[in-house]
């Protein structure tokens, strides 16, 4: 009897627990206050305050507690939600864009909003407006010229937000003097000539870090990176008075913690904005935090919701409850949302730049509440990482989020991963239309020497009927990143508003650079209709790119891009100009929806290796947009087997290069027909080939990464060579079979000197093929030995050309020099420019250099570098850090025009040298040396040791046409590294091999 109640009594227990734990958490203010409206004149009426000029780190991130689980979290493997193709619709471009700030504030944080008539812009610290056309019509201003409680006051974080429903600007940021969060409330509709209301909202002796602004009917809603150790209990949601503030009274301010609540250090909930013409009920005012399930005690991925309701009349009465925990059940496919354990340095940018901050374990600005007659929706977005098996791959995860009543529970309506290529997408801003389209702008970023791309801005978006969870809108371009970011803080946000005006206009505003300046570009564009009827072609279905026959199916995607239904839509193709196919989509489009048709009549396309070009076209009377009819796409019918190396990954150029670097191609099959255990292989300068095979298949179209097993060494300092190719058997096109890439292993890179306060270094810099136009500050560093040129050395003299942005008649230095030796240093005999001046800024300026008449010919390093060095560092040291300048390296060819061809063919002839037995457990000292060229004259063949001592020296003579080939027994000699040389007594190929 004891046993069954103690049984009982641990079963009440147990099940109380599991009830404590389902229960939501409600929690009421931890802080309430007030402040004072203090009014201000109009804009238009006083001087404005210009803003600051110098470099300026703005807010350094504030981190608290970083949890990650090394291991722990899921996927394991690619995200499930990603959308790894970009969409197929044309997509419009911009309307326009315009330059919106151009600073030196690092970051620059973008933000702005469209009204009826202006567009406020915002930065850190400052704020502009301009018209409907981006006319800009108020300059410039420090935030501090706001006035009120502005004054003096210029810490940053800006926020510009539209209040649709007031008719009301406001612009925001934080103080610390004291703490508070200062608000400006336009007195009308007219930034420019109505009145101000400014406001100081106290925090409670915390600075609210990375406020985000939102619109609620019941006030204004602010979530704060703040108390991250302690977010569950401590105040982190602001709630301000809306209803006061609006007619210019003194207004209440409503703090909250979010109970519940696990974050990672740095962290950014959202509240939900509402937008689209009609207010949401008072109360239930929702806020959405992410959830990874790599941070200690999170189970599962999800997203978590809160709902808020104030009391105004009594504000201690007021709530936060958790509303709801929207997780693997619900909807919401895994997510890896955590960058190098939480750090803010992740994504690889060119030139070497330092890795920028991804922006994780933030719901990015802003999430968009809209109210439709039988739902209500919202729309947000973060980063992740797309694929846990491979490098750090940053794509946008997006959701839209439905709720079938006002306070009812919200689902998962569609959420999808964008990251549509292997370049990396990430700060977004998301917004969703009157007609229910959405539109995502974004910054790509790539680091691959093949495709660079500085950080740039683009959009896609989606139409409401299109297929839930993709992208279907083609990318475009807003702008093109002319630099990289020479730090790692980016954005820290970008900002996405729909127009007012038409409630369908997207403004998006994000961050670019053009060094030494960043920048913030808006782009205005618009994915709904234009026309009532307007239907076209947007995709040939089939045929692909594929091994074809002579009957093909022939399939188009019909896109109705206008409003009305259509229907009997006549639709037509030809090949190569030859004869037009035309029949009748008999069925409806919907506006705005697609639709495939096959034609009746296949295609002839039974020509291997030949391209095929398509014409399809619609052919509708009362078609009103003709621009969009027709489709022209080229086909081809591919050799079966076809693949071949597309980049050569790494190793890269660096310091202390290994006896054991990793060696890593992309494969991509260029064929019809999937391609298993590919061979490849890999030679380093003229060494032996290292032949592996790829065990893996590569469907058609596709590409695959591969890591040879054997690595390659590095370890002598200079320039390498590496060549890779694919060897498949009866590969049908062998001209896409290889790529070849330069790397260094060098004894100095001398990072760390400052080319961005004063815009020393090198901006430009030319000789002969080599133009290097805009060139990016960095880290002071940058490697462009993939840049090359000849030089001939029986010409002697060559000028070069540079350009600096440091404007300083006299302190501003340029010194070059040619690795000759080929030693991976640079040493003062190969200096060929000695610190001479550029006397003023962005202008060209060329100073000539003469090379040595015995310079050894073939591949060679050149440096160069360009600085103030009247703060410290040495110019002509090449290895030393300048506080103010830059360094980058090159490549030069030298030639001889005075020697024949055979000269010239032997001096880029292939030698190998390979050890008969590479077996270690064998050693018979034979090498095989082969030299492979097209020059037949008798050469001489040297081996030295590396005391400079002869030991071998003999004849050697093409065998057959094919080459030279000669053995060397080495099997008594001592262990150690020699020197082989083969050629004439003039030129000649030297190469080092060791004996083990």
Known sequence: MIKTIQYFTLFIFLFSLQVSAQKRETAGPVYIDSAMAIPVTAISTRKMKAPSTEYKLVNPRNRGINKVVPGKGLPKTQDAALQSKMGELPSKAPIFTFDAAVTRSTPTDPTGAAGPNHYVNGY????????????QIVAPASLSSIGGEFTNENLGDPIILYDEFADRFLITQFSDTPESFLVAISQTSD?????????????????????????????????????????????????????????????????????????????????????????????????????????????????KLWN????????????????????????????????????????????????????????????QYRRFPTYNTAVLNFVVDVDATAAEHAGIRWYELRQPSNGGLWSVFQEGTYAPTKSDRFSGSIGMDAQGNIGLGFTILDDSPETPIYPSIRYTGRFKNDPKGIMTVKEEVIVKGISADPSTRYGDYAHLTVDPADDLTFWHNGEYFDSPDRKNRVGVFKLAPDFINDVGIVALVKPINATLTSSEVVTVTIRNFGVSSQTNIPVSYSVDGGTVITETFTGTVPGTSSVDFTFATNANLGTIGQTYTFVATTNLDTDENENNDALTIDVKNLFAKDVGITSIDSPRTGLNLTASEDVTVTIENFGGEPQSNIPVAYRIENNRK????????????????????????????????????????????????????????????????????????????????????????????????????????????YTVTVKTLFDNPQDEKFSMWIDLNDNGAFDDSERVISAQNIPAANTAFSFDFNLPADAPLGQHLLRVRAGDTSFGGDLNNPCSVLDFGSTHDYSVRITDSTLNIDDFLLNEANLEIVEQSPNPDVRDGIYNIFLETEFDQPLRITVHNLLGQKLIENQVKNVNGRGYQYDIDMSYAATGVYLLRIGTRDVGIVKRFLVK
């Open 191 to 303: 930034p420019v000539n109505g009145g101000w209301n400014t406001y100081r909202f106290p925090t409670n002796g915390a600075l609210p870090d990375y406020p985000k602004i939102s619109v609620w009917s019941d006030g204004y809603y602010v979530t704060t990176n703040k108390n991250s150790n302690t977010a569950s209990t401590s105040q982190v949601i602001y709630v301000f008075e809306r209803d006061r503030m609006l007619i210019g009274e003194s207004a209440k301010v409503i703090s909250f913690p979010l109970p519940g609540i696990r974050t990672n250090g740095f962290y950014s909930p959202a509240g939900f904005h509402a937008m689209g013409g009609e207010l949401p009920p008072r109360g239930n005012s929702p806020i959405i935090f992410l959830q990874d399930d790599a941070w200690a005690g999170v189970s599962e991925d999800h997203l």
């Open 690 to 797: 290292i032949n592996e095979v790829f065990p893996g298949t590569i469907p058609v179209g596709e590409n695959a990464v591969y890591t040879f097993s054997q690595s390659a060494n590095l370890s002598t300092s200079g320039r390498y060579l590496i060549f890779a190719e694919t060897n498949l058997e009866e590969d049908q096109d062998n001209s896409n079979n290889s790529k070849t890439k330069s790397v260094a292993n060098l004894n100095c890179i001398p990072e760390g000197s400052d080319c961005t306060s004063f815009g020393d270094g090198l901006s430009y810099f030319e000789l002969g093929d080599i133009l290097n136009e805009r060139i990016p500050c960095t880290n002071g560093y940058a490697d462009f030995i993939g840049f090359s040129t000849d030089l001939d050395r029986s010409i002697g003299s």
């Open 308 to 367: 808020i309701n104030v009391d105004w009349n009594t504000p201690t009465n007021s709530t936060i409850t958790e509303s709801q925990e929207l997780g693997t059940g619900n909807g919401v496919t895994p997510f890896i949302a955590t960058f190098d354990g939480g750090a803010f340095s992740n994504l690889a940018q060119p030139d070497n730049a330092p890795d920028v901050d991804a922006l994780q374990a933030t719901m990015m600005y802003m999430t």
């Open 124 to 135: 850190n610290s400052a704020f502009s407006i301009f018209d409907k056309l981006g006319n």
